[in-house]
């Protein structure tokens, strides 16, 4: 006899022509997961007339958090509520999360504030307390949670884990066992994140033998299985204090536990093995990694390179780049970039030059990073030039997510330190409308424009303009260059 249908089946094959005719976040990531993409994707779905089901926009915003896309997650949330999409308090609790992690915490306060009260219970309370605690917020969270524990909310390990995370954050280990104390008077059954957050507060203040107490302590209970984030912990803990030997027994019962073969515990073995220096583990595991996921993911490949590219081992990071290069469906060019930059490193300017030429060729597209990987190498060479040409190159392309891209006040102080050396009043003016096109100028100090005051007396040329630059730019200059600027500034 067949079984009844007890829940509607998610199926987007056969929904009428009114609906998107594939999976939402499959439609938002069909040109890579990068910011500026996801985003263009997203708002041309949102200007069609296309539709979708509820449990696609809770599926599509898990996806983008997951991966860090909080702006496209945000904006979708946004809109479909905007649409009269009904939202749920776990909806709700989500929705603040992402509000504070792309508006910041008083946006989330505020937020919170204007929901019902019907709204307010410990999903939304523990939404805003984790947002307090990513942010040091120490005074609020610790008011909040007593407030939450006054109405009586039903408060699981979840805040507690919160606050104990925050009190790892800012030195302040030796608040965590009170916790774990008023946990076990509350009888509240802890979880794998909790004892990990314990571990790692006994570990902060040297006490191993605490640490593994704690798992004894765990095993003891029964309540709570360790699985393989326990013993991740536990090796990196062992790793952290030199004890190699009990590090490697941990990685074993990991990969014991990690029954599912999950793809982020593969990833935690490669980099801990890494950490001890053993390359021959390192490769074991990667041949494991790649027979679990015959599709291997672009993320899989770049932490075997860099791992590789740590470990001095610059072949066989290349034969893993080509590996990838030659069946990537998704030209991802960190993983170039991550060769790059041992190019860089190793001064292979040409190698560097012709990965950068192919990267281009089979669809990658060269980000800030990559320009700033180029620039680290010709400032190392002295070569001026191509190095205003990186920064030029970095400044027009910008960040993935859309910011712009700012070279730090100390790589600018290198270049007009350069422009004064060498008296070049020319070059000093031209790197500064760069820097004014990208929308720099806003973020020089009052040295860059005294050292242009310097480069100008230094090479005996004048300027009209340049104290009326300084007084649109409200930059107030030492005496001695006002002494410099009285000579320079000749109508």
């Not at 902060?204 to 709570?224: C, H, K, L």
């Not at 950490?275 to 583990?281: A, D, F, H, K, Q």
């Not at 040409?350 to 281009?360: N, P, Q, R, S």
Request: proline share 3%; net charge positive; with cysteine.
């Amino acid at each position: 006899m067949a079984m009844p249908q007890l829940s509607r089946t998610k199926n987007i094959a056969k929904r009428s022509k009114k609906y998107l005719d594939e999976a939402l976040y499959k439609r938002l990531f069909k040109d890579g997961s990068s910011e500026m993409s996801v985003r263009i994707q997203l708002n041309r779905f949102l200007k069609s007339s296309k539709r979708v089901f509820k449990w696609e926009v809770g599926d599509t915003v898990k996806k983008l958090r997951d991966c860090n896309r909080f702006y496209p997650a945000l904006k979708l949330s946004e809109t479909m509520a905007e649409r009269g999409m009904n939202m749920t308090i776990s909806d709700q609790a989500i929705h603040l999360d992402l509000i504070a992690k792309t508006r910041g915490v008083a946006a989330a306060e505020k937020y919170f504030i204007d929901l019902p009260e019907a709204s307010k219970n410990h999903l939304t309370y523990g939404a805003l307390l984790n947002c307090y605690c990513k942010e040091l917020l120490t005074e609020k969270a610790e008011a909040l949670m007593e407030r939450m524990k006054e109405l009586r909310l039903g408060l699981s390990s979840m805040p507690y884990n919160s606050l104990m995370t925050l009190y790892t954050k800012i030195g302040q280990p030796e608040k965590i066992p009170i916790i774990i104390q008023e946990m076990k008077s509350l009888d509240m059954m802890p979880d794998s994140y909790t004892y990990n957050v314990w571990m790692r507060a006994l570990a902060a203040v040297n006490d191993i033998f605490g640490v593994e107490r704690v798992v004894e302590e765990m095993m003891r209970d029964g309540r709570v299985a360790g699985d393989w984030t326990t013993y991740s912990n536990l090796a990196s803990i062992y790793v952290d204090a030199g004890l190699f030997e009990k590090a490697e027994k941990a990685l074993k019962e990991l990969e014991k536990r990690n029954a599912y073969r999950d793809l982020t515990a593969f990833q935690f073995l490669i980099t801990l093995y890494a950490r001890m220096g053993n390359l021959l583990e390192v490769y074991r595991v990667w041949r494991s990694l790649r027979l679990a996921f015959p599709k291997t993911a672009n993320v899989s490949y770049l932490n075997m390179i860099q791992v590789l590219i740590k470990l001095k081992d610059l072949p066989g990071a290349e034969k893993c780049f080509w590996e990838w290069d030659s069946g990537c469906s998704n030209y991802d060019i960190r993983v170039v970039n991550a060769l790059l930059g041992a190019y860089s490193e190793e001064g292979l300017l040409e190698k560097a030059e012709e990965l950068k030429e192919h990267a281009c060729r089979r669809g990658g597209k060269p980000n800030a990073k990559t320009w700033e990987i180029f620039l680290d190498y010709y400032l190392k060479k002295g070569d001026m030039k191509q190095a205003v040409d990186c920064i030029a190159n970095a400044i027009s392309i910008g960040r993935g997510d859309g910011q712009k891209w700012v070279p730090s006040p100390e790589i600018i102080g290198v270049f007009m330190q350069h422009f004064e050396q060498e008296k070049d009043v020319d070059g000093a003016e031209g790197f500064l409308e760069i820097l004014k096109g990208g929308a720099v100028e806003e973020d020089l100090g009052v040295e860059v424009y005294e050292s242009l005051i310097r480069i100008y007396a230094a090479a005996g040329r004048t300027s009209p303009v340049l104290r009326r630059k300084l007084k649109m730019e409200n930059v107030e200059v030492s005496d001695s260059c006002k002494k410099l600027l009285e000579k320079v500034c000749v109508e």
